[in-house]
C-alpha cells in the first residue's frame, strides 16, 4: 500500500497566485486531515473531513479551501497566496472511532515569494 | 480543550533505556494519549496509543498513571534513529473538533552514539 501521497514535494510561488495541494489514501480512511507546520513549531490544523461531502475548520483556515468528492482525496487550495503561507504542508488519515493512529504524507514544502 | 505538557528536550545515550514524560492533569474520561514522532524532514510517525491501561508494542511502551494526569513513553534500547521530536497528544472522541489530533512543541530527543 501508498498510505498518505502528497503532490508536489516541493513548489515556490509568487505572492497572489494559487495552487492546489494533492493528497490521496489507499487505506480507505473515512478521516483527512491538512496541517501546516511553520519552522521550529509544531503542526496546526487547517481543516479536516470526516467523510466524502464533509468538510470542517481546524485551528488556521483562513486563506485556504478543500474540497472532498471521494473516500481517497482530500486537495487543499490556496486561492491568492501571501508570504505567511509559506510552510510545510502534512495531509494524514485515519480511521474513524476512537484511539485509531494517523497515517501522515511526506509533506509538501512551500515557498511563497 | 485538554492539553500536554512535555519537556523541551531530552538526551540520551545509544542502547540505553529512554522516558519520556508527559503531564495532562485535565485530562477526561474519553481522551486517548496518543504519540507521535517527527524525524528531521519527514512527516509525523504514530507511536503507540492508549487509555487506561498499559501498552506495548513494537517500537516502545506507554505507561499511564493510575490517575491518568500522567504518561511515559519508554523507549528500550535507543539507537540513533530514535533522534526525533516526539509528541504526547490527547485525542477525544473522533468526529467533532475535539476528537482532531491538536500537535504541541513536543520533546526533541538526542542520542548520543
Known amino acids: 500500500n501508498a498510505g498518505v501521497t502528497q503532490t508536489p514535494k516541493f513548489r515556490i510561488l509568487k505572492i497572489g497566485q494559487s495552487m492546489t495541494l494533492q493528497c490521496t489514501q489507499d487505506m480507505n480512511h473515512n478521516y483527512m486531515y491538512w496541517y501546516r507546520q511553520d519552522p521550529g513549531m509544531g503542526l496546526k490544523l487547517i481543516y479536516y473531513?470526516?467523510?466524502?461531502?464533509i468538510t470542517d475548520k481546524g485551528e488556521v483556515p483562513n486563506g485556504y479551501n478543500v474540497s472532498r468528492s471521494t473516500t481517497e482525496d482530500f486537495p487543499l487550495r490556496l486561492e491568492l497566496a501571501a508570504p505567511s503561507q509559506t510552510s510545510v504542508y502534512f495531509c494524514?488519515?485515519?480511521?474513524?472511532?476512537w484511539g485509531n493512529g494517523y497515517t501522515f504524507g511526506s509533506g509538501t514544502r512551500l515557498t511563497v515569494v | 480543550d485538554a492539553k500536554t505538557t512535555q519537556p523541551n528536550s531530552m538526551e540520551s545515550n545509544e542502547e540505553e533505556p529512554v522516558h519520556l514524560p508527559c503531564n495532562h492533569s485535565t485530562i477526561s474520561g474519553t481522551d486517548y494519549i496518543h504519540w507521535y514522532r517527527q524525524l528531521p524532514s519527514q512527516g509525523p510517525e504514530y507511536v503507540i496509543h492508549?487509555?487506561?491501561s498499559n501498552v506495548n508494542n513494537r517500537m516502545a511502551s506507554l505507561a499511564i498513571a493510575e490517575d491518568r494526569k500522567s504518561s511515559t513513553l519508554i523507549l528500550h534500547r535507543a539507537t540513533l534513529r530514535d533522534a526525533a521530536v516526539y509528541y504526547c497528544?490527547?485525542?477525544?472522541?473522533?468526529?467533532?473538533?475535539?476528537?482532531?489530533?491538536?500537535f504541541g512543541k513536543g520533546t526533541k530527543l538526542s542520542v548520543k552514539p
Open positions: 492508549g487509555l487506561t
Open positions: 497528544i490527547l485525542r477525544d472522541v473522533p468526529g467533532g473538533s475535539q476528537g482532531n489530533l491538536i
Open positions: 494524514a488519515s485515519s480511521y474513524s472511532g
Open positions: 473531513s470526516v467523510g466524502a461531502g
